[in-house]
Structure formats: C-alpha cells, structure tokens
C-alpha cells in the first residue's frame, strides 16, 4: 500500500523567508512517480512537479526547489524568498509508475501561510 | 484549452436526496478522475475512466455513487441517499494517455448535506 505523510499540519511564515516543506512516502513500488501541488483558496490543485523514482536530481525552478532522497523516502520542497502569494495549501502525492492508472494517492497538506 | 470546468461548484442538499456532478475534461484527455477531498485532507481517489471505460473504482465508493462517462467526453457522479457523511469537495481531474502527464484538476463541487 502507498502512503504519503506530510507531519506539517501548518506553517507560518513572515514575507521573504525561506520554508521547506517536509514530504515522507511509503511504497512497495520500485518505480513511481512524486508530484506536488499547491491548492489556492480557490480550490483548484495546481501541478507544481512531478518527480520520477529513478531520477534523483535536485530540482530549482525559480524559487521553487525540491530535494528528492530515495535513501530516506523524502521529497521535501523549498521556497525561497517567500510571498505572500504563496499562501496556499501545499499537498505531496505518489503514483505507480507503470500500471497506468496513475491514480494519486496524497498526504494530508501543509497549509502555509505568508505573512506580509 | 479552457481546463477542466465542473459543475456546480456548490450543491446544499437535504439528507437523502439524490445529487449529481458534472466535469468536462479538457478536450481530448482520454483519463479522467474523480476524487473526493473533505476538510483538513488530501483528495482520496474515487474512481477513473480510460475514455468511456471505468477501469477502477475505490472501496470508498459505495453502492449509493455511480458514475459515468458517455461517449469518452464529459462524466457525471451521482449520489443517491446522500447522507451528511458524504458532504465534501468532490474533484475531477482529466490526463492524456501518455505517462509523463500529470493530472489537470478542476475547481471542484463542494457538497453540503445538511
């Protein structure tokens, strides 16, 4: 069975800090695929990244960044300078890589909040 | 592409009436998803469709949800003798067959049965 488990029910933060958000999965799968994405108030998920199990090269995409270590099964994602903007609910996500049914199977969230 | 649009986004209901959603995928996404999301949680997977064929149905979908996908275009969720349990965001999310796709979600029907 999969399980993703993010321990970071909520943080707050005050404008240009940097936080890191903690993702721990739990899977039987050799390969699969990690993914976050970030729900707004509006309640659209928006796909963030998608990490495949045999690439674990560190990932920055402006002030986005993500670690991804298979040695400790964590997928922990960074931003930098933060804004208020940012503010949102923060979700860690598994699927199988190769059945093709790649339903997600997600943590419970990490609400964040941007202090101006 | 317009994304995925569902509709309603809100649906207040009494206990045990019928209730039924509606997700237009994005044109020519072959997959589609449902997912439900209550407060305080990660979406958790109801069920998925490969065009008009549903594939896989979770064990949280009960006998009193159906859902349907005619034709490989839009879906529809019902939900018979709703209860106050079943009060939710329900999401729909659509992908291309290719695996490097990531899912495209919409804004989701927040149900309230009261």
């Known amino acids: 069975a999969q399980k993703v488990t993010q321990a970071q029910t909520e943080i707050s933060v005050v404008e240009k800090e940097d936080v890191t958000l903690d993702c721990v999965y739990e899977t039987r799968d050799t390969t699969y695929y990690l993914f976050w994405y970030k729900q707004p108030p509006s309640g659209e998920l928006v796909f963030l990244i998608r990490r495949n199990s045999f690439d674990e090269q560190n990932e920055i995409s402006g002030r986005y960044s993500w670690n991804f270590q298979k040695s400790t099964s964590s997928f922990n994602f960074t931003i930098t300078a933060s804004q208020v903007v940012d503010s949102a609910v923060y979700f860690c996500?598994?699927?199988?890589?190769?059945?093709?049914?790649?339903?997600?199977?997600f943590g419970s969230g990490t609400r964040l909040q941007v202090q101006p | 592409d317009t994304g995925v649009s569902q509709d309603p986004r809100h649906k207040i209901t009494k206990r045990g009436q019928n209730v039924t959603f509606r997700c237009d995928p994005i044109s020519e996404h072959n997959r589609l998803y449902w997912y439900r999301q209550t407060l305080g949680q990660g979406p958790e997977f109801l069920t998925y469709?490969?065009?008009?064929?549903?594939?896989?149905k979770s064990r949280l979908l009960s006998d009193r949800f159906s859902a349907e996908r005619p034709k490989g275009s839009f879906s529809t969720l019902e939900i018979q003798r709703t209860e106050q349990g079943d009060s939710a965001m329900y999401l729909c999310a659509s992908s291309p067959a290719d695996l490097n796709s990531p899912l495209h979600f919409g804004n989701g029907t927040r149900l309230t049965v009261t």
């Open positions: 996500a598994l699927s199988e890589a190769y059945t093709g049914r790649r339903a997600l199977t």
């Open positions: 469709f490969q065009n008009e064929a549903q594939l896989e």
